[in-house]
């Protein structure tokens, strides 16, 4: 039983070098996030896909795309990364979009420096 | 707007109870969460209140619910080194959950 899975788990890229962080769940939860981590900011929304089909821009959308696949995979692209791109990011997923009644279900992140 | 704002550390002795406070701005929220976070991992999810309820109870977890004020606390009795992690808590609005910065407690032996 696996939840959701990240890869990669570590990535190093140059400034302006472009990656995609990959997500997929095996619940068959409807909505999927995208969140970035920094020090004493929490978690901040990127993007988020309420259903398949369908993406939203979340609190910090610039310099990030996303495609969401099918209804298992959600992905999070840097076209061209930059230094203050440099965080840790969790992908996330959740079986409603209306009465969040059990929370969401983490990955366990991506740790990204970019130099 | 939408805010959730916690203080950002809490120290505690084994064996004390840890009390994590939260305060959120959008009263119309329906849920309101508190995660966990250990070193190195990604959340999980502790224990959650129904904005109708004041209290709940989850073994050595309480969470207390003050809407009129919008604040949210967590008190964790008995507490463990293996407690040591960052909490933080969370709104739910509008199909999104919104964080606050975490705060990192430090279980001291």
């Known amino acids: 039983n696996a939840g959701v899975t990240q890869t990669p788990k570590f990535q190093v890229l140059k400034t302006g070098q472009s990656m995609t962080l990959q997500c997929a769940q095996d619940?068959?939860?409807?909505?999927m996030y995208w969140y970035r981590q920094d020090p004493g900011m929490g978690l901040r929304l990127i993007y988020y896909s309420a259903s398949e089909g369908t993406t939203d821009k979340g609190e910090v959308p610039n310099g990030y795309n996303v495609s969401r696949l099918n209804k298992r995979e959600f992905s999070l692209r840097l076209e061209s990364a930059a230094p203050s791109q440099t965080s840790v990011y969790f992908c996330a997923s959740s079986d409603r979009t209306g009465a969040l009644t059990y929370g969401y279900t983490f990955g366990s992140g991506t740790r990204l420096t970019v130099v | 707007g939408e805010d959730v704002e916690q203080s950002l550390f809490l120290s505690v002795r084994e064996g004390d109870s840890s009390v994590i406070n939260c305060t959120y701005t959008?009263?119309?929220?329906?849920?309101l969460y508190w995660y966990k976070q250990e070193p190195g991992a990604g959340l999980q999810l502790l224990t959650y209140?129904?904005?109708?309820?004041d209290m709940k109870q989850d073994q050595r977890l309480t969470v207390l619910l003050n809407k009129k004020d919008k604040h949210l606390s967590l008190r964790i009795a008995d507490t463990q080194t293996g407690d040591s992690a960052i909490y933080f808590c969370a709104e739910s609005l509008t199909g999104k959950l919104i964080f606050g910065q975490g705060t990192t407690l430090q279980v001291k032996p």
């Open positions: 959008d009263s119309s929220s329906t849920y």
């Open positions: 209140i129904f904005s109708n309820m």
């Open positions: 619940m068959n939860h409807n909505s």
